[in-house]
């Protein structure tokens, strides 16, 4: 035989139970999307390659899976640049269009191109694969699904409440105990501007959000190598080791930051979100954590991340408030506030906890055996009657040996398996054998959708 | 401004309403599938190149979207290749990955890859994109959704008979009234023997397949022009004015066809699966139709094509059997038989008709208009509650002037639009208003569920 063939590297074929699997998490978050008043768009796979480029920084321009033109590409390329291996400079010159890389982009392309008709504040959600030329490694994939949703055009801080209780009613659903961090940019840039270092802000956010991972310690000899001065460091500290409820922390920040006029609107934008969160009410535990800085270059207010609590697998959904999505495309002042759902890992939770309900491995609810001509058409009419009230139904198509029929259901997990043999024919029954538990009746054809139900 | 950014050629995004009524379509044929034991793969959106090289044929491989290779692409090219532009040889050397062309391929190479999981027979459906880069032209997209059932390791004509009520079921389903045409390939391989030109099959299949649009007389002409002999032609005719019922048309094509063993065959085959699918019932009008070709290439047995019976637009669903699906990977003896249902032209024909639910406009049940802080607090914690009880609400996010919010709700089309006022929060009561007719009432809080449902 051949070489067996495979799917490329860093991509993945989806099983029957794997797409169940999936399918149960996309159905759950997109239910409680309709809820919220989202409403669904979906963008095509490829764009223009001016759309994607530049948009994700040097690094992710070279990620881009960039689609080879049709036809001659080579005419009116410069040989020097083939000659010389230009091949960033080239690529753009064989490619026009890329694969998507992320659903922020497209849909900043897609508000601006259909901006005669997007009413504001519009509330998208956005469920499709994107791919990224990132070397594969253990849970990191070169296709994978983003799950979006974001409201754009509307500043108010309701969105971002709205935001966290949607967080709170997917991952209730899908029993997922779930942490929310909560921060805002405002107060980053509130601490760098107290700590007299308004220009390192970057450095400051990059480091401190470290700081679950490798300690205060060694955070403050990183702020040191990025040329921070040890005053700075210093004052620093109290703010890393705020501590309290909520409200405490918040009051706690509110003092420390008083001299600073936009970290005191960050604590105020935060006190807003926190206080409307919890006067609705909220299943998950709700953390103000001012050392998380999130995708900080795109974020300008709130910052959210979710944890599972009883999974270690970092960030399983997360977002934040940007200004001027649209800017990239030349469409000013289009603000906006959205959060992502990471359905791999969301996956791998559901699967190490084993939250993922029975319903998910259930396929066909009774196969017929198949025992000849005559039996599969009594078998097929009474299962085309099955079908019309809902029940998923199946014959075995081939006149084979019971055993191999019987293995057949038992390696498919059916949960019942119906036999039409020439007694039944006669008698206008059917044998029903229960596979969990290896039981068998013998009823009436009219009697087989309530037993099996 | 900047230019305005769009979607690359012949792609397309989809709205909101263009994607609730897409998914009614897929929803409903997702349904069925599974009603008849269909189980759902994904595979990745690109594959190797290797891998779907040469199985579309010489025109089929230019039409296929190459991924250029990552890092130095160029490295090992020979400069002679670039120098003489031999453009089609360099691009499988610049290139290792290609976007999916179809289903079916992915399919096959599927079912090698997991051959050791996989139980025979092997039902799965796939609904996802595929990418051509054909011409675009008016229904015809570089990116457009394939969505595919087919059961391998099964030679029974049970299978048959199951995919006519399948799609019998799906486009009562829809209230789309559709004629199934039918024909076997045996059948055309016994005509082209008995009229002496069994080397000329694909000929004639090609030229008698155009029938319905150019008529006998230009039929011949073609066959003429394809080499076949005076006689021949002539001895076709009787066979394609075979008219009269079903079991006429069978025992015509019987009696003509007899001297044939493999057109004897087909008629035997076509006869099982008519009769079979006669004795279930049908909703959709069965046609035999022997001018019937659609991708003789490939078929080897039955050949299935649907028509939507009120609309001109040609056919919205079809498949067939096929011999060796996996031979291509080096896996020989799988058999099988599938179909496809065109998802854009079932679009365009449930708009031509006018047959999409009024659900499939709907989105959020209820908007509540936003008059402050206080008032919008208490509508978040009411809209909390509808939520939970199943139904779409939402907070209008900004204290915008009253005739924005009541706009936005028109322009959403939402039924109902609430408002929780200065008043109506110190009685605990809300104004509903009914967007269609104008009606408002004011009501207890815990009356709205009753009232907007």
């Not at 899976?65 to 064989?94: Q, W």
């Not at 890393?240 to 936009?262: F, V, W």
């Not at 999974?311 to 399983?316: F, H, K, L, M, R």
């Not at 009823?443 to 139900?453: L, S």
């Amino acid at each position: 035989m051949a070489q067996k063939p495979s799917t490329p590297k860093g991509t993945r074929d989806f099983s029957p139970l794997e797409m169940s699997r999936r399918n149960y998490i996309f159905d759950t978050i997109r239910e409680v999307f309709r809820l919220f008043g989202y409403r669904q768009i979906e963008t095509p796979a490829m764009e223009n390659l001016c759309t994607l480029m530049g948009k994700y920084g040097e690094e992710g321009d070279k990620l881009l899976f960039k689609i080879l033109n049709s036809g001659d590409y080579l005419k009116g390329v410069d040989p020097a640049m083939i000659e010389c291996h230009d091949t960033g400079r080239l690529a753009a010159k064989l490619c026009d269009r890329g694969l998507r890389y992320d659903l922020t982009v497209p849909f900043a392309r897609f508000v601006v191109q259909h901006r005669d008709e997007v009413q504001l504040p519009f509330k998208r959600f956005q469920i499709q694969p994107v791919w990224r030329a990132d070397r594969p490694q253990k849970g990191r994939y070169r296709e994978f699904y983003q799950c979006d949703a974001d409201v754009v055009g509307s500043d108010s801080l309701n969105n971002e409440i709205e935001l966290l209780q949607l967080e709170d009613m997917v991952f209730s659903r899908l029993g997922i105990r779930v942490a929310i961090k909560l921060n805002n940019r405002k107060i980053l840039a509130g601490i760098a501007e107290l700590i007299g270092e308004p220009d390192k802000l970057v450095d400051i956010t990059v480091a401190i959000d470290k700081i679950d991972k490798i300690g205060l310690e060694k955070v403050d000899e990183e702020l040191a190598a990025r040329g921070l001065s040890q005053e700075a460091i210093t004052a620093l500290h109290p703010i890393l080791q705020i501590d309290g409820t909520g409200t405490e922390r918040l009051d706690k920040l509110a003092a420390l930051l008083a001299p600073s006029e936009i970290g005191t609107k960050g604590v105020e934008e935060l006190r807003t979100v926190v206080d409307g969160t919890m006067a609705l009410g909220l299943n998950a535990e709700l953390d103000i954590d001012v050392s998380l800085a999130r995708g900080l270059n795109y974020y300008t207010g709130t910052i959210i991340e979710v944890k599972a609590l009883d999974a270690e697998i970092g960030s399983i959904s997360g977002g934040g408030r940007y200004d001027n999505l649209t800017g990239i495309f030349g469409l000013d002042g289009i603000s906006g506030v959205g959060i992502s759902f990471g359905a791999d890992r969301i996956y791998d939770v559901l699967s190490a906890l084993d939250l993922f309900p029975d319903s998910t491995a259930a396929c066909t609810r009774v196969l017929f055996a198949n025992f000849g001509t005559a039996e599969a058409a009594a078998s097929l009419a009474l299962i085309k009657k099955l079908r019309g009230e809902g029940i998923a139904a199946e014959l075995y198509p081939d006149q084979a040996k019971m055993k191999k029929q019987i293995g057949y259901a038992n390696a498919m997990g059916v949960p019942f398996f119906a036999i039409i043999g020439e007694s039944e024919l006669a008698d206008g029954t059917v044998t029903v054998k229960n596979m969990a538990d290896g039981s068998q009746q013998t009823i009436p054809v009219d009697k087989v959708a309530q037993t099996i139900a």
